[in-house]
Antibody
């Protein structure tokens, strides 16, 4: 069955960077885009960007351009999301997610979430 | 950016009642690009509907979706105890793919 398993919770200081991983299994890794979303406490989810694991092409939300980088490792079927120059506004649960079709931009498979806390 | 506004913010109903949740898009979005999710505390969102009216795999038929353009509706025909949660709409018609602020469905 399809599984997305994320790395554990992180606590970071303002100005630092965080790297969250999402290990996939149960399907052909290069056949489906992986999206990253985050959800601040009490808010709706926010889309951060998407990576095509077949060729590493990425598209990022404009508000995060320059701070977010998504990469993939085809040897381990894992995608990574790095967010730099963290502020308290980046405190959120971060999710990787996949849709039912290669190019779908709605999500029926989600990772379990990774809490990132930014605090001095 | 397409802004999605959900109403009401909180809906208090009893099991067995009918729930009607609204999602308004500005500017409008094609019906193929509107999805609904259910989220319970401590869990990731669960896809309920996509293409405005197509139920995702395993979603009970008491859930239905409708709408086009700027106005979309999620209806739960007869509430079960497990339906009390937060519901979000999402548009995928234009980047960034945005979500509404959510409707909390609580037990009256």
């Amino acid at each position: 069955q399809v599984q997305l398993v994320q790395s554990g919770a992180e606590v970071k200081k303002p100005g630092a960077s965080v790297n969250v991983s999402c290990k996939t299994s149960g399907y052909t890794f290069t056949n489906f885009y992986i999206h990253w979303l985050r959800q601040a406490p009490g808010q709706g989810p926010e889309w951060m960007g998407v990576i095509d694991p077949s060729g590493s092409r990425t598209t990022y939300a404009q508000k995060l351009q320059g701070r977010v980088t998504m990469t993939r490792d085809t040897s381990t079927d894992t995608v990574f999301m790095e967010l730099s120059s963290l502020t308290s506004g980046d405190t959120a649960v971060y999710y990787c997610a996949r849709g039912p079709f290669r190019g779908s931009n709605w999500y029926n498979y989600w990772g379990q979430g990774t809490l990132v806390t930014v605090s001095s | 950016e397409i802004v999605l506004t959900q109403s009401p913010g909180t809906l208090s109903l009893s099991p067995g009642e009918r729930a009607t949740l609204s999602c308004r898009a500005s500017p409008g979005v094609g019906s193929n690009y509107l999805a609904w999710y259910q989220q319970k505390p401590g869990q990731a969102p669960r896809l309920l509907m996509y293409g405005a009216s197509t139920r995702a795999t395993g979603v009970p038929d008491r859930f239905s979706g409708s709408g086009s353009g700027t106005d979309f509706t999620l209806t739960i025909s007869r509430l079960e105890p497990e339906d009390f949660a937060v519901y979000y709409c999402q548009q995928s018609g234009g980047s960034p793919f945005t979500f509404g602020g959510g409707t909390k469905l609580e037990i009256k």
